[in-house]
T-cell receptor, first 110, second 114 residues
Framework: KNEVEQSPQNLTAQEGEFITINCSYS?????LHWLQQHPGGGIVSLFM???GKKKHGRLIATINIQEKHSSLHITASHPRDSAVYIC????????????FGQGTRLTINP | EAQVTQNPRYLITVTGKKLTVTCSQN?????MSWYRQDPGLGLRQIYY???????DKGDVPEGYKVSRKEKRNFPLILESPSPNQTSLYFC?????????????FGPGTRLTVT
């Protein structure tokens, strides 16, 4: 079983829908990152969080440390949100290593 | 502009021909790391560096070497590339090694070994 599991693996929705991507992890962590990878391949960091909730524009990320679970929400989705979203955790064991989920491929149709 | 750069962006090479992928950051970051991304396997760490002259193995270091002689540069060296090293490679950096900071990724290098 992977240390970081994302669901769903693939998600197709219509423009304007509310999107939720989930991330569950099995190790103690010091931080969780949400990354976005566009079809061109580049990776952009969206959020880094260790507790609570963060919001940036139409994107919201939440984390529940007790349940070892995080969610990424997109409100009023748009075709330009189509990308792969990757959850990554940093172990609390002190290593700088990031452990990545498999990614969720999101497609927003107009 | 703050950025992580990688060169080359695309490379096709043959088995056994030594190659180097360069990575450079202009943000005075302590921590730098190399990852490879493969379909179905996601991103995996190859090597990382906590500071100049301090490097350590990640999850998949076999067949790779790195060096960190200057703070800004962290080249990835494939001494004798093999087809199973065909992959998409990312370099990343973050401000401090001993605290959690956002990671900045380079644009990626797509390597094909025939």
């Amino acid at each position: 079983k992977n240390e970081v599991e994302q669901s769903p693996q693939n998600l197709t929705a219509q423009e304007g829908e509310f999107i939720t991507i989930n991330c569950s992890y099995s190790v103690g962590i010091s931080a969780l990152h949400w990354l976005q990878q566009h079809p061109g391949g580049g990776i952009v960091s969206l959020f880094m969080l260790s507790s609570g909730k963060k919001k940036h524009g139409r994107l919201i990320a939440t984390i529940n440390i007790q349940e070892k679970h995080s969610s990424l929400h997109i409100t009023a989705s748009h075709p330009r949100d189509s990308a792969v979203y990757i959850c990554a955790v940093r172990s609390s064991q002190g290593a700088q290593k990031l452990v990545f989920g498999q990614g969720t491929r999101l497609t927003i149709n107009p | 502009e703050a950025q992580v750069t990688q060169n080359p962006r695309y490379l096709i090479t043959v088995t056994g021909k030594k190659l180097t992928v360069t990575c450079s950051q202009n943000m005075n970051h302590e921590y730098m790391s190399w990852y490879r991304q493969d379909p179905g396997l996601g991103l995996r760490q190859i090597y990382y560096s906590m500071n100049v002259e301090v490097t350590d193995k990640g999850d998949v270091p076999e067949g790779y070497k790195v060096s960190r002689k200057e703070k800004r540069n962290f080249p990835l060296i494939l001494e004798s590339p093999s087809p199973n090293q065909t992959s998409l490679y990312f370099c990343a950096s973050s401000l401090k090694s001993t605290r959690v900071h956002e990671q900045y990724f380079g644009p990626g290098t797509r390597l094909t070994v025939t």
